[in-house]
């Protein structure tokens, strides 16, 4: 055991010797009157010596690379950004905005922030095409990309791979929520796209999924499938309002024709009319206030009350009017009777 030590011992003294060999002739060459440099450190002369300097060596190393995997921690699943030439990037299977977004003024004040900063600060979010080395669809980040192609700038991205349709689908629902952008109209095409992919079932499993009432739903799809002539009628599509939706869809649905003729008229008009005042002059006919008829008793107060609209018929009677057995057979008489009339050729 004492020749080994003795080995080692002799083995650092070697090396030691000509470190401090160095040390005196740099001594030497800075000639007289130089200030000496600092004594280097007491080297360990024996080797168990030896053997705790490297064991306090190994602890301030094992020590620094704890500290470097605490700060990877923070980059783990991190994905690396590119610059991508925006005409590589296709709309993707998915693609909600009106070609209304990428015009007016407020587009023009976005695509000159852009400009500012010389291109997006924040990544937009891309899927690589299966088996194509250039192609991209298109997550979300579409009005980014598109002021950089309009800019002449390359677009900042990260890229992921094997993204399925329901995963990109999702990511570009959540990322809008959380912005104010897109208008009642665009997101009912998201929903209304992600139904005809076959992603859900019904508008109710789609609510569910995203965590929105089904009755919100509902109104975004129905804005989403009203007819070209209609949406064209307003100023902007991206100005209907969802609280319309009902309304418009219901005036659809009793007076086609009717409200193809009106948005005809609104078109027209265009410029001149206000979203809201399109909306009223479409739906005219549907909210219009029913007819009321009263019948006047002997003494002059009203015993009955008809009130009546395109499709519906209501009779009220007064307390000293009841409906009789007989009343009610007369009524459906008329009816009967209009119901054979209708059925003649």
């Known amino acids: 055991m004492k020749d080994r030590i003795a080995q080692a011992t002799a083995a650092v003294e070697k090396i030691q010797t000509p470190a401090a060999s160095v040390a005196a002739a740099a001594a030497s060459d800075a000639g007289p009157g130089a200030t000496s440099a600092a004594p280097a450190p007491q080297q360990p002369r024996t080797a168990p010596g030896t053997l705790l300097a490297m064991?306090?060596?190994?602890?301030?190393?094992?020590?620094?690379?704890?500290?470097?995997?605490?700060?990877?921690?923070?980059?783990?699943?991190?994905?690396?950004?590119?610059?991508?030439?925006?005409?590589?990037?296709?709309?993707?299977?998915?693609?909600?905005r009106d070609a209304e977004t990428f015009e007016g003024s407020e587009w023009e004040e976005f695509?000159?922030?852009?400009?500012?900063?010389?291109?997006?600060?924040?990544?937009?979010?891309?899927?690589?095409?299966?088996?194509?080395?250039?192609?991209?669809?298109?997550?979300?980040?579409?009005?980014?990309?598109?002021?950089?192609?309009?800019?002449?700038?390359?677009?900042?991205?990260?890229?992921?791979?094997?993204?399925?349709?329901m995963a990109l689908w999702e990511a570009m629902e959540y990322e809008n929520a959380g912005r104010a952008n897109p208008s009642p109209y665009e997101q009912g095409r998201s929903y209304k796209?992600?139904?005809?992919?076959?992603?859900?079932?019904?508008?109710?499993?789609?609510?569910?999924?995203?965590?929105?009432?089904?009755?919100?739903?509902?109104?975004?799809?129905?804005?989403?499938?009203?007819p070209a002539e209609v949406l064209e009628a307003f100023p902007t599509k991206r100005s209907i309002q969802k609280s319309w939706a009902e309304k418009l869809a219901d005036a659809v649905q009793k007076d086609p024709d009717g409200i193809r003729q009106r948005a005809q008229a609104a078109r027209e008009e265009r410029g001149r009319l206000s979203a809201r005042e399109v909306f009223e002059a479409l739906t005219e006919t549907a909210n219009e206030r029913p007819q009321?008829?009263?019948?006047?008793?002997?003494?002059?107060?009203?015993?009955?009350?008809?009130?009546?609209?395109?499709?519906?018929?209501?009779?009220?009677?007064?307390?000293?009017?009841?409906?009789?057995?007989?009343?009610?057979?007369?009524?459906?008489?008329?009816?009967?009777?209009?119901?054979?009339?209708?059925?003649?050729?």
């Open 55 to 96: 064991m306090g060596v190994q602890k301030d190393t094992e020590r620094e690379l704890a500290s470097l995997r605490k700060q990877l921690e923070k980059w783990v699943g991190a994905q690396p950004t590119l610059s991508l030439d925006p005409l590589q990037i296709g709309p993707g299977p998915f693609h909600n």
């Open 193 to 226: 796209l992600a139904l005809d992919a076959g992603l859900f079932s019904s508008p109710t499993a789609l609510a569910h999924r995203i965590g929105k009432d089904k009755g919100l739903v509902r109104r975004y799809l129905l804005l989403a499938t009203l």
């Open 111 to 165: 695509k000159a922030t852009i400009e500012k900063t010389r291109g997006n600060v924040q990544p937009i979010l891309v899927r690589a095409r299966d088996g194509q080395n250039d192609g991209y669809d298109m997550v979300f980040g579409r009005r980014r990309t598109r002021a950089c192609a309009e800019l002449g700038l390359k677009v900042l991205a990260v890229v992921v791979t094997g993204m399925s349709d």
């Open 292 to 345: 009321r008829i009263e019948i006047e008793g002997h003494n002059g107060r009203p015993i009955a009350t008809i009130e009546c609209a395109d499709r519906w018929l209501s009779v009220k009677t007064s307390k000293a009017m009841k409906l009789s057995p007989r009343l009610i057979e007369a009524i459906q008489g008329l009816l009967e009777k209009e119901r054979d009339r209708l059925k003649k050729p």
